[in-house]
């Protein structure tokens, strides 16, 4: 079974722009999250997503949005980038069953210069 | 809201020897899971053990072990026979039954394995 897939590896951007980062979960998984991991803030949760709907939205600006398609395929998109958001984006996958666990891919190394 | 703390940014261990990690957490639910989380150098995030709260007995994986002290929301995990391959960032989480998978994640502790 092909494990969690996000695409691209790394990615720089200027401030300004926007960016869309991808994430395709394990086959059969229903449960896309999303996480921003940063030296300073750590590990803060960004929304997930279980069959093409938004179950829980973290605390980030609304620069911040993401979608599921059909095919349980999530994008995350960030506009206007800033500084700040540089980052490792990490994507979970799960069934969407409660308490299971969560896998993670590789992640996308943002850089905002 | 939940918090999550890991007391201890970095601790090592000689290889075969054992090692605890701590970590506690806040919340006024009853029913929640608890996770350890390993990430490598190569930034996956792998999935070490998971306890369940209603559940009393400690949950083990191999070398891997934890102490679950419901009362004192506290949930330390133990590594036993340490190996280089140990050597890694740990992330403590929490998940409660609200109907969603969000993780709360401590800071991380980076464990260091001196062979």
């Known amino acids: 079974k092909a494990g969690v897939t996000q695409t691209p590896r790394y990615l720089i951007k200027t401030r300004g722009q926007q960016v869309t980062l991808s994430c395709s979960p394990i086959?059969?998984?229903?449960?896309v999250s999303w996480y921003q991991q940063t030296p300073g803030q750590g590990l803060q949760f960004l929304f997930e997503?279980?069959?093409?709907?938004?179950?829980n939205k973290g605390n980030f600006p609304g620069r911040f949005s993401g979608r599921q398609f059909s095919n349980s395929r999530s994008e995350m998109n960030v506009s206007t980038l800033e500084l700040g958001d540089s980052a490792l984006y990490l994507c979970?996958?799960?069934?969407?069953?409660?308490?299971?666990?969560?896998?993670f891919g590789s992640g996308t190394q943002l850089s905002v210069l | 809201a939940q918090t999550v703390t890991q007391s201890q940014p970095e601790m090592s261990v000689q290889e075969a020897e054992t090692v605890t990690l701590s970590c506690t957490y806040d919340t006024s639910e009853s029913d929640y899971y608890l996770f350890w989380y390993k990430q490598p150098p190569s930034r996956q995030m792998i999935l070490v053990i998971r306890?369940?709260?209603?559940?009393?007995q400690n949950a083990t994986e191999n070398r891997f072990s934890v102490n679950f002290q419901k009362a004192a929301k506290s949930f330390s995990l133990k590594i036993s026979d340490s190996q280089l391959g140990d050597a890694a960032m740990y992330f403590c989480?929490?998940?409660?039954?609200?109907?969603?998978?969000?993780?709360?994640f401590g800071k991380g502790t980076k464990l260091t394995v001196n062979p």
């Open positions: 306890q369940e709260a209603y559940k009393q």
């Open positions: 997503y279980f069959s093409e709907t938004q179950r």
């Open positions: 979970a996958s799960s069934s969407g069953q409660r308490g299971e666990k969560l896998l």
């Open positions: 989480a929490y998940n409660d039954r609200g109907g969603s998978e969000k993780l709360v």
């Open positions: 086959s059969g998984h229903r449960s």
